[in-house]
Nanobody, 121 residues
């Protein structure tokens, strides 16, 4: 079994910062791409940022220059540093990882449980 556990959400004022973490644990051979998605209130889930196993990153346009995704492969952990936060960044943030099983050698996509980030004065 594989679990993704997120942490780091909370309440912050506009212009503030939050750092999200997501650690993968369980039966893991390796991890390909990892990413962060978010679901604002009343809206569908959307991509925020992704990072490959070699560190290549991709960002949604509205977060470019404000958010930074990174990962620690030794810890099977992905991070999202969020700076200059705006009220429209308020959402439940979910991490996602494409994980290779050591028994099947196949990849499967796993999701975390979500962590709430609220930007409000």
């Amino acid at each position: 079994q594989v679990q993704l556990v997120e942490s780091g959400g909370g309440l912050v004022q506009p212009g503030g910062s939050l750092r999200l973490s997501c650690a993968a644990s369980g039966t893991i051979l390796s991890i390909n791409a990892m990413g962060w998605y978010r679901q604002p209130p009343g809206k569908e889930r959307e991509l925020v940022a992704t990072i490959t196993s070699r560190g290549r990153t991709n960002y949604e346009d509205s977060v470019k220059g404000r958010f930074t995704i990174s990962r620690d492969n030794a810890k099977n952990t992905v991070y999202l540093q969020m700076n200059s936060l705006k009220p429209e960044d308020t959402a439940v943030y979910y991490c996602q990882a494409e994980i290779i099983s050591p028994t099947t050698l196949r990849s499967s996509v796993y999701w975390g449980q979500g962590t709430q980030a609220t930007v409000s004065s």
